[in-house]
């Protein structure tokens, strides 16, 4: 204690405020000159400060402070963490992914996208709202809660802040799908760089889609009195999302599973995009951009929401934040906030009009099974009638890939071709075309019904064995509307099959399942026991309603003056009138009624087999497995013809159609529709070298030529077994005869497995 006062006695007498320059040790005090410099401090210029609050520079300040919340973020563990497991599991599926059958693919962009953000997103909508909570908690989280409310900026620059460094997130989250694309197919040595559809899909597509997730996590957080309450409302919305049908259900309300009552959803589309090279998004992105719009303006009117809400200075209770909140009321904000809600509202109510007053044709899940159990109550009686059987079309199909519409018309005739007389038809057109049918003989309206596209008619002179009747007929599509594309044409890349086109007898639509049956009080279906020499089986074929029967066909097909059109049938004859193409297709001896009419901007290729001039009509992009196919056609070509007779056309072609259509291939008389998909088939992969697709499905569909067409199964159970299973065969025998007995070994073995 002493020591203290005199440490502080001493300091006080010899303590002065005056500055010295700095005397070295043994000098004397006036030795150095005593520096008075009250007099320089004058003597300075200070510049004059200005302070400017403009929108340019508050702007300027919001991406400042995004800046610094966005380096708070990615430099965070946790994140670091999360972004490099992430970054490898990308890597990951895209590297090593493949489709379930277990074929390896070409790593095509579509594919990089597709699958990685089916899985991904879920990842990036967590970290959206996890990190939202920590922005938005940050002051009271490093107790700095006090000094960030006196700043002198507005409330809406610290929430735009915080929006945009989330924002800024997603956009690194996003571009590790970029980078792990690229870098898969840089692995997989696929050089077709897709990077304008990278970008679009990625930063414009999802982009859209994820910042409106933000807005609502930034909404519920800003609202929540703690960060772990706003997790646990925002892990509630996508339950929610979810439980809606059934909620729907419970309650009776069918207003609640439509996409404008559910939070960030599209109709038609749960994850990803459907994308052909053909067509490329076809009609979709209209949908999804009107919904997109729809869901922005709602998200930006939960950020006001939030910005009213915003919790600056010291408020306790729910009544003073309310009483916040309408004093925040005003001005801007309100009529900004009145004005989007009547965007939102007037957005809401175009859609749900165009969809359900403008748009719907096509039946819901819950309305198909409603139309099943009708179909069968009314018309179930039916289906036993016999029918005449379809032996001639004579039709001129007018596809219009510009307005994506197309225009059917002509004569089909039925004869009946069992030792029964028929008096009464049952006419099936299709739900999703126009159709106008013309029974040419006379005959009696019994009914007919427009909700289930049905017509019964009785003939006023029965059809005994060899009798035919004729019918004439228009079809069409519905007119397209904003949000629906109503027709199968598209802008490239058509593929229309012969569902379009009226059938005899009822549709074969009947719910199997045992609890929906029940539901809809139908008791137990009781399936018809066919025996091979049932002359009913002459009315059906292994496909619904096919009314099966080799047809005399003939067709005049035009498409626009770009593209090149094609259906069964030999060509007879081409010509361009008005800008169009028209072609002429006649069959040259009757075909299995599986017509089919494709349009697209193709490539042609062509080969020859011992017996056929082989065709091929692709993606001019599609030529990585050319060869292959044009092997396995003459394969399996050579090898039929010489144990079943040659085919007694001369033309077979392979005509690609669009992913987006089907994953699937089939023959149709002298073409063979075949799916984009199987052209990116990587058969020079070691995993493929066993399992040539390209050759085996080529294989297996000319064997169909025969087995199916020309020696159709009867339709009783497991029938299916000829058709398909001597194909199988066949292709497997034209593997062993081009490869060797090990390799169809191998083959087989492979295709047991999957």
Not at 630 to 636: D, R
Request: glycine share 6%; net charge neutral.
């Amino acid at each position: 204690l002493g020591i203290s006062v005199g440490v502080l006695v001493l300091t006080y007498f010899k303590f002065q405020f005056k500055q010295f320059a700095s005397n070295r040790k043994g000098q004397k005090d006036n030795d150095f000159e005593e520096k008075n410099l009250v007099d320089k401090v004058f003597d300075i210029s200070i510049p004059e400060v200005t302070t400017s609050f403009s929108f340019r520079n508050q702007l300027s300040t919001s991406w400042h402070l995004s800046t610094i919340d966005f380096r708070s973020i990615v430099f965070s563990w946790p994140f670091l963490a999360i972004l490099l497991s992430g970054l490898m599991l990308v890597l990951f599926q895209q590297y090593e992914m493949s489709p379930q059958d277990g074929i390896v693919k070409f790593p095509t962009t579509a594919n990089m996208l597709r699958v990685p953000m089916f899985i991904f997103s879920g990842t990036i909508n967590l970290l959206t709202f996890l990190y939202v909570g920590i922005l938005m908690f940050k002051g009271s989280l490093s107790r700095m809660d006090g000094l960030l409310d006196v700043t002198p900026q507005p409330d809406y620059v610290v929430l735009g802040a915080r929006l945009i460094a989330i924002l800024k997130m997603q956009f690194l989250l996003l571009s590790l799908v970029f980078i792990g694309g690229i870098v898969a197919q840089v692995l997989a040595g696929y050089t077709r760089f897709e990077i304008g559809h990278y970008l679009f899909e990625l930063y414009i597509l999802q982009g859209i889609h994820f910042s409106i997730w933000a807005c609502l996590a930034i909404c519920i957080h800003a609202i929540s009195k703690n960060m772990y309450l706003g997790y646990f409302l925002l892990m509630l919305v996508p339950v929610l999302l979810i439980m809606m049908p059934s909620i729907a259900n419970f309650l009776d309300i069918d207003l609640l599973k439509e996409n404008i009552l559910q939070y960030n959803t599209v109709k038609g589309q749960f994850l990803g995009f459907d994308y052909s090279d053909f067509d490329q998004y076809s009609s979709q992105l209209v949908t999804y951009f009107a919904y997109k719009i729809y869901w922005l303006t709602c998200g930006m009117g939960l950020l006001f929401i939030g910005l009213l809400w915003w919790k600056r200075g010291f408020t306790f209770t729910l009544k003073e934040r309310w009483n916040l909140v309408k004093m925040r009321f005003t001005g801007v904000i309100k009529h900004s906030m009145m004005l989007g809600f009547i965007f939102f509202m007037s957005t809401g109510t175009t859609i749900y009009y165009q969809e359900f007053y403008v748009s719907k044709i096509a039946f819901s899940k819950e309305s198909q099974n409603e139309m099943m159990a009708k179909n069968e109550r009314l018309y179930g009686h039916f289906l036993n009638l016999p029918q005449p059987q379809l032996r001639k079309v004579k039709m001129e199909m007018k596809l219009f890939p510009e307005s994506q519409g197309f225009l059917a018309s002509g004569t089909m005739t039925f004869v009946n071709v069992m030792d029964v007389t028929i008096d009464t038809i049952v006419i099936a057109t299709s739900f999703k075309e126009i159709t106008d049918v013309r029974v040419l003989e006379t005959h009696e309206l019994l009914s007919e019904d427009e909700a289930m596209h049905y017509t019964v008619l009785k003939l006023e002179k029965s059809l005994i064995l060899g009798d035919s009747v004729h019918m004439s007929f228009d079809v069409k599509n519905y007119p397209n509307t904003f949000l629906q594309n109503n027709s199968r044409v598209v802008k490239n890349g058509t593929f229309i099959q012969s569902h379009i086109l009226p059938v005899l007898g009822i549709r074969n639509a009947f719910i199997k399942n045992v609890k929906n049956r029940e539901d809809y009080k139908l008791g137990t279906r009781i399936e018809p026991v066919l025996i091979p020499g049932d002359s009913m089986l002459t009315s059906y074929y292994f496909q619904d309603n096919a009314n099966i029967g080799l047809i005399d066909y003939e067709c005049t097909l035009s498409t626009s003056g770009e593209q090149t059109a094609f259906t069964m049938g030999t060509l007879t004859e081409s010509w361009k009138e008005s800008g169009r193409n028209f072609y002429h297709f006649k069959t040259q001896e009757p075909m299995v009624k599986t017509m089919s009419w494709l349009s697209a901007v193709y490539e042609k290729l062509r080969a020859s087999s011992k017996y056929q001039t082989l065709e091929m009509y692709r993606h001019p992009l599609h030529n990585q497995n050319d060869e292959h196919y044009f092997h396995g056609l003459s394969a399996s070509l050579d090898y039929c013809s010489e144990w079943f007779g040659p085919l007694k056309y001369d033309t077979m072609k392979i005509i690609e159609f669009p992913e987006t259509k089907g994953t699937w291939a089939t023959v149709n008389g002298n073409i063979i529709p075949y799916s984009e998909s199987y052209f990116f088939c990587d058969v020079s992969d070691a995993e493929n070298d066993m399992f040539n697709i390209p050759f085996f499905v080529s294989a297996h569909e000319i064997a169909h030529s025969w087995w199916g067409h020309q020696m159709d199964p009867a339709n009783i159970k497991g029938s299916r077994i000829i058709s398909e299973g001597m194909a199988d065969y066949l292709a497997l025998k034209a593997v062993e005869k081009e490869f060797g007995s090990s390799k169809m070994l191998e083959l087989k073995k492979k295709y047991h497995d999957l």
